[in-house]
Every structure is written in structure tokens, then in C-alpha cells.
């Protein structure tokens, strides 16, 4: 753990604070042990996790994100062979999603064995499970000897966490450790795919292109707006948002020109802009990869929410691939 000191304006004093990141497993091995909440890195985005079977762990992990009960939460297990611990059925082609893409982004919606809890699922006879892929992740879930209840590591409808001082700000004050996996690759979260009639739909566009999954099930319908579903509660359309006011834009350059007394953040895909009222822009990537553009996306929206802007602007991506899933977040970060 490192340490450090802030100096007190008024009494020239240090206090010294503890942070709360480690890398040290053995000792998140004894937290979770101990039903306690800890935070975990993952490929998409850092989870806030505890065993599925206590309870104790699963009402704090709600508590701590000021999440409803209504929504449930991800199962995480350390490989596929566990998937027949946690679900009733596998449908063919769940079967074929998870060989293909775990351990990675994917989420499977399925039906639940009985063993797995109320709390977990929010009373839904459905469970929501994944094999995270992160070396430090899954060598912990080999250590366990349950599997790990897991939302994203941010208090409800904020910007979501890459990297673990993220956590740690969000957390100091409510939980022992934020194991540092350093920032994470993917960058957005899982994509999430139920089932009816055995039939793949797309509860939440995610990390996976659309396009990459189609390859594998053939076309597939996607439901992404709490509206629509009941099935996917937790899909509300305010989420991943700034507390500063953020728009979203075809056009940066008249989004800038009717924004032009203000203070500006400008969050691009890869193009740079001169103007001198922009105070903070970020680039997503330089190259116009999507892919580096999915894994820098978050912790642009936390840098640019700490820049004391009075508005953040933030362009559309290319409605296709990682795109598609990029401006899905950004749609819903800039909702009202
Ligand atoms: O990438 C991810 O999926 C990250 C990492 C930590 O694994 N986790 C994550 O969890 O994004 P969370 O809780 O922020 O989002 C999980 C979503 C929620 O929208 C929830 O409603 C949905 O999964 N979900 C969970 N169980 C479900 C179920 N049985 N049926 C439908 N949706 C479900
Ligand atoms: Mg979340």
C-alpha cells in the first residue's frame, strides 16, 4: 500500500491517508472470506464484488452503491465450468457464445438453479453470469470457493470506473481494498445477451461489436431501453454521467459555435479543435480506433468532470461496431 500526505492549509499539519489499493490477493482472498466488499478489476470496467452467498456481502455492495434492490446483479466465475453450478439450461447457442468469448465481455442472462439468491437476481427466475478476463481476477476467483456478485465499481447512474483510483475516490471511506489491475483494456462493459425460446436478444450493447457476435448467432435483436423490457431493470437511461452538463453532437463545430460564452470540454473521436474557450478536450483516439477509443472513453469523462468545465461536448461516434456501443453510453450520459 502507499501512503501519502496532504498538507492542511490552516494548521501546517500533514494527514496522512492510507490508500486503498493493492495488489496483495491473499489478503482479498481473507476480506471476501470475511463477507466483505472489495473492488476488482476486470477487462471492462472495475466491479465492486462479494460472495454471492452471504448476504451480509450483497446487501453492503447495495448499500455502498446506493443501487436499488430492483436491479440485479453479474455472477462472475473463474471458467465455463462452473456455468452448470449457477444455471438450470444452456441453450445451444449461449453455449456457443460462451465458448467463443470467455473469458471476456460477454454476460449470459439465463435461468437460475435455486441455490443462487434472491438478492443476487432481484427475485428474477433469470441469473446474469460471466468469466471476467483479467489475469488478477481470475486467479482470485480460483482462489474463492464461491463465485463473486459484481456491479460496476461507481455509485448508481455515475460514471463508471477503468482505473483504481476511480475506486478509490468513489470508495475511500466504504471499503478495504481496490486490488490495482491497472486500466482496463476493454473499457466498457459487457455485452449482455438473454434468451427466449433458446433465441439470443441483446439486453446492453457492450464491449463485443454487435457484429462480432452476429457472426457467431446470426442477426440478433437488440432491447436496450428500460421501456421496452422489464427484462433488463437495470438498463436506465440515465447512467455513466458527469455531474457537469454534457451534450452530445453530430456536429462539434456548431455544438461549439452555440456554446461560445462558456467554458468548453470537448470529448472528440479523433479530431482536435482550436478554440479559445475550450478549456479541456480529449481525444479519444488519435487513429480512429474504435477499440482505443472504447478503452479510453470513461476516464475521459472522469478527467473532464474534474476540469471545472460549464459544459462538456461530446461527439458521435460512427454508428457501427464499438461505435455503436461508445455512443450507446454517451446517448445515455447526456440524458436528462
Ligand atoms: O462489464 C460488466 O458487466 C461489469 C463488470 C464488473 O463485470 N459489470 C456491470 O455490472 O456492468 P452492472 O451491475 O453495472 O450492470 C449489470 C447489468 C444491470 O443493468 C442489470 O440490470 C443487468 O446487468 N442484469 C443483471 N442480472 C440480470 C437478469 N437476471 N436479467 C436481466 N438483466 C440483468
Ligand atoms: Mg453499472
Known amino acids: 500500500m502507499v501512503g501519502g500526505a496532504l498538507k492542511h492549509h490552516f494548521f501546517e499539519v500533514d494527514l496522512y491517508f492510507m490508500s486503498?489499493?493493492?495488489?496483495?490477493?491473499?489478503?482479498?482472498?481473507?476480506?471476501?472470506?470475511?463477507?466483505?466488499?472489495?473492488?476488482?478489476?476486470?477487462?471492462?470496467?472495475?466491479?465492486?464484488?462479494?460472495?454471492?452467498?452471504?448476504?451480509k456481502a450483497i446487501k453492503a455492495i447495495f448499500e455502498i452503491k446506493k443501487r436499488p434492490f430492483?436491479?440485479?446483479?453479474?455472477?462472475?466465475?473463474?471458467?465455463?465450468?462452473?456455468?452448470?453450478?449457477?444455471?438450470?439450461?444452456?441453450?445451444?447457442k449461449a453455449k456457443l457464445l460462451a465458448e467463443n468469448f470467455w473469458p471476456g465481455p460477454l454476460t449470459?442472462?439465463?435461468?437460475?438453479?435455486?441455490?443462487?439468491?434472491?438478492?443476487?437476481?432481484?427475485?428474477?427466475?433469470?441469473v446474469a453470469v460471466r468469466v471476467p478476463?483479467?489475469?488478477?481476477?481470475?486467479?482470485?476467483?480460483?482462489?474463492?470457493?464461491?463465485?463473486?456478485?459484481?456491479?460496476?465499481?461507481?455509485?448508481?447512474?455515475t460514471i463508471s470506473p477503468t482505473k483504481a483510483e476511480h475506486v478509490e475516490n468513489y470508495f475511500i471511506n466504504s471499503i478495504k481494498m481496490v486490488i490495482d489491475g491497472g486500466p482496463s483494456k476493454s473499457g466498457i462493459e459487457s455485452t449482455i445477451i438473454g434468451f427466449v425460446d433458446d433465441e439470443p436478444i441483446i439486453y446492453r450493447l457492450g464491449s463485443i461489436p454487435l457484429e462480432a457476435i452476429?457472426?457467431?448467432?446470426?442477426?440478433?435483436?437488440?432491447?436496450?431501453?428500460?421501456?421496452?423490457?422489464?427484462?433488463?431493470?437495470?438498463?436506465?437511461?440515465?447512467?455513466?454521467?458527469?455531474i457537469t452538463n454534457t451534450i452530445l453532437t453530430d456536429n462539434l463545430l456548431k455544438a461549439i459555435s452555440q456554446h461560445s460564452e462558456r467554458k468548453l470540454g470537448?470529448?472528440?473521436?479523433?479530431?482536435?479543435?482550436?478554440?479559445?474557450?475550450?478549456?479541456?478536450?480529449?481525444?479519444?483516439?488519435?487513429?480512429?480506433?474504435?477499440?482505443?477509443?472504447?478503452?479510453?472513453?470513461?476516464?475521459?469523462?472522469?478527467?473532464?468532470?474534474?476540469a471545472d468545465l460549464d459544459i462538456i461536448i461530446a461527439e458521435r461516434l460512427p454508428d457501427y461496431g464499438l461505435g455503436k456501443s461508445i455512443n450507446d453510453r454517451l446517448e445515455r450520459a447526456t440524458k436528462l
Not at 446483479?73 to 452448470?84: K, N, P
Open 20 to 55: 486503498i489499493i493493492s495488489k496483495d490477493i491473499s489478503r482479498a482472498v481473507e476480506l471476501l472470506n470475511a463477507e466483505e466488499v472489495i473492488a476488482i478489476p476486470t477487462e471492462t470496467v472495475y466491479g465492486l464484488a462479494g460472495n454471492i452467498y452471504s448476504e
Open 70 to 92: 430492483y436491479n440485479p446483479l453479474i455472477v462472475h466465475i473463474a471458467s465455463i465450468d462452473y456455468l452448470d453450478k449457477i444455471v438450470k439450461h444452456v441453450p445451444v
Open 108 to 126: 449470459l442472462v439465463l435461468k437460475k438453479k435455486d441455490t443462487i439468491p434472491d438478492l443476487i437476481t432481484a427475485g428474477k427466475n433469470t
Open 133 to 157: 478476463n483479467h489475469p488478477l481476477s481470475l486467479k482470485l476467483l480460483e482462489q474463492l470457493s464461491y463465485p463473486l456478485g459484481a456491479p460496476s465499481a461507481n455509485p448508481f447512474s
Open 214 to 242: 452476429s457472426k457467431i448467432v446470426g442477426n440478433i435483436k437488440i432491447i436496450n431501453n428500460q421501456s421496452e423490457t422489464p427484462e433488463a431493470p437495470g438498463m436506465l437511461e440515465r447512467h455513466y454521467a458527469p
Open 266 to 306: 470537448i470529448l472528440s473521436f479523433k479530431s482536435k479543435i482550436e478554440g479559445s474557450n475550450i478549456k479541456l478536450q480529449i481525444t479519444l483516439s488519435e487513429n480512429g480506433n474504435m477499440k482505443e477509443a472504447a478503452s479510453n472513453l470513461y476516464d475521459a469523462l472522469h478527467k473532464l468532470d474534474k
